[in-house]
C-alpha cells in the first residue's frame, strides 16, 4: 500500500510570512495526526483527527496555527505568521481503526525553515 | 521535568555488539510503549510494541517494559550497520491516543 505522502518536502520563509503543508494519509486511515519535530527532539503532536472532527488540538499554537480535513482524507496545516522558532519538520502520519489501530504510519515530513 | 526522557547519545559501536537503549517516564497512566527508529531524512518507522509491562522478542530486537520502574529498554543483538539511525521511545494511555515521544537516540554501528 502507498504510504503517508506530505508536500513540499522543503520549504525556506521569512519570519511573519505564512506557509501551508499538505497531507494524504494511507487510503482508508481514519485517524490523522500533525507532529512538530525540532531539531534534536522527538515529535510532538499537534493535531489529531478522526475523520474529519478534532480529537486533540491541546498543543496547537492556535493564534498562529490551523489545520484541517476536508472530507476525512487529506489534511492541511498553515501557520500565519511564521516565528522563527517554528522551524522545524513537520510530520503527518495516520492509522486506520481496526486490528493494529496502535500503529501510526509517519510521512516523510516537510523541513520548514523560518528566516 | 519531561514526561519523558531519553539520552540523544550519540552512540557509537562495533558491527556485531549488542546495544542497549533507554528510556525513563514519568506518568504512570502509559499503558503502551513503542519503540520507532528514524532514518535520516525520513518519518518514524515503528520497531516494536508492547502493552504493560514485559518483553517483547522480533528477531534480532527485544523490548522490555518495567512499568514499577517506569523504565523501558530496547536491546539490538548483532547490531548491523543498517541499523544506525535515531531510536525514538513513544508512550500512550491509550491505543489511539497521542504518543509521547523521547528525545532520541542516535546509534551509530561501525563496520
Known amino acids: 500500500e502507498a504510504g503517508v505522502a506530505q508536500s513540499p518536502r522543503y520549504k525556506i520563509i521569512e519570519k511573519r510570512q505564512s506557509v501551508a503543508f499538505w497531507c494524504n494519509p494511507i487510503?482508508?486511515?481514519?485517524?490523522l495526526y500533525w507532529y512538530q519535530q525540532i531539531l534534536g527532539q522527538g515529535p510532538k503532536l499537534l493535531i489529531q483527527?478522526?475523520?474529519?472532527?478534532?480529537?486533540?488540538d491541546s498543543q496547537l499554537p492556535k493564534d498562529r496555527f490551523s489545520a484541517e480535513r476536508l472530507k476525512g482524507v487529506d489534511s492541511t496545516l498553515k501557520i500565519q505568521p511564521a516565528k522563527l522558532e517554528d522551524s522545524a519538520v513537520y510530520l503527518c502520519?495516520?492509522?486506520?481503526?481496526?486490528?493494529?489501530?496502535?500503529?501510526?504510519?509517519f510521512g516523510p515530513g516537510t523541513r520548514l525553515t523560518v528566516l | 521535568q519531561k514526561e519523558v526522557e531519553q539520552d540523544p547519545g550519540p552512540l557509537s559501536v562495533p558491527e556485531g555488539a549488542i546495544v542497549s537503549l533507554n528510556c525513563t517516564y514519568s506518568?504512570?497512566?502509559?499503558?503502551?510503549f513503542m519503540w520507532y527508529r528514524q532514518y535520516s531524512r525520513k518519518g518514524p518507522e515503528l520497531l516494536m510494541y508492547?502493552?504493560?509491562?514485559g518483553n517483547k522478542e522480533d528477531g534480532r530486537f527485544t523490548a522490555q517494559v518495567d512499568k514499577s520502574s517506569k523504565y523501558i529498554s530496547l536491546f539490538i543483538r548483532d547490531s548491523q550497520p543498517s541499523d544506525s539511525a535515531t531510536y525514538l521511545c513513544?508512550?500512550?494511555?491509550?491505543?489511539?491516543?497521542?504518543?509521547?515521544f523521547g528525545q532520541g537516540t542516535t546509534l551509530q554501528v561501525k563496520p
Open positions: 487510503s482508508g486511515h481514519a485517524t
Open positions: 513513544a508512550m500512550s494511555r491509550s491505543n489511539t491516543g497521542k504518543l509521547i
Open positions: 502520519a495516520s492509522s486506520h481503526s481496526g486490528v493494529g489501530k496502535y500503529e501510526q504510519f
Open positions: 508492547t502493552y504493560s509491562s
Open positions: 483527527f478522526q475523520n474529519n472532527g478534532v480529537v486533540d
Open positions: 506518568n504512570s497512566a502509559f499503558q503502551y
